[in-house]
Every structure is written in C-alpha cells, then in structure tokens.
C-alpha cells in the first residue's frame, strides 16, 4: 500500500482532498500546518506528498525546499496545492524543486492523474 501525506491548514478544503483520495488503496498522513507535514514527512516515509503553498508557519515551498536539502527526498514526488495561480507562486513552487500544481477546487479528474502518474493507482 502506498503512503502519501497530505497537508493543508483550511479544514475544508483538507476534508475535501481526504475525501477524494479515500477512492484509493493508500496508508493517508495528513498535516495541517508546515511544520507538521515535515516532522511526518521525515518519520512516515511518504511516497507522495500534497502540500498546500499558502500555509502560515510554512509555505509549502519551504517544505519542499528543506525536504530537498535532504537526499532521501530528492526524488520525492511534491506536488504543490493552490488556490491561486500567480507568476511568482507558481516560481516559487517550481524553485523549491515540486514537481506539479494542482489548483483549488481540485477536480478528481486533476487528483486522479496525479495519482496515476506517480503512483499508478
């Protein structure tokens, strides 16, 4: 079984996301804020990581960022979860090293192809 962590601090949006990714055979870490989506990114041994860009401890390119520092990450799947499609967003989350965006409301069409590329589920 797979394990793919997933973090963001809107309560609804995360209940969304969880929701979605209920349809599939994984072990789900969830995170509501930077902080913690590293701390279990380090001890749960992800697969696959969902992070939200606008969290307020940690953006989730900064996740990505001192999770890239370490070789065991590096070729981490990160995929970046945003509600906002800006220039210097979208930079910043391809500088930290994610490798996609998802853009909110994500569509279980959009999640779905994650899934499959990445964990051919």
């Not at 990714?21 to 072990?27: A, C, G, K, S």
């Not at 995929?79 to 500088?95: D, F, K, P």
Request: proline letters at 5%; charged letters at 25%; glycine letters at 4%.
């Amino acid at each position: 079984m797979h394990t793919v962590l997933i973090a963001d601090d809107d309560f609804i949006s995360l209940e969304v996301l969880k929701a979605m990714l209920d349809e599939y055979p994984l072990d789900l870490l969830v995170a509501n804020n930077g902080e913690e989506a590293l701390k279990l990114a380090r001890e749960g041994e992800p697969e696959l990581l969902i992070l939200d860009y606008d969290m307020p401890d940690m953006t989730g390119a900064e996740v990505c960022r001192a999770l890239r520092e370490d070789a065991q990450f590096s070729d981490l799947p990160i995929i970046a979860l945003t509600g906002h499609q800006s220039v210097s967003e979208l930079n910043a989350c391809r500088m930290a090293g994610m490798n996609e965006t998802l853009h909110k409301p994500v569509s279980p069409d959009s999640l779905h192809v994650i899934m499959q590329h990445y964990l051919s589920l």
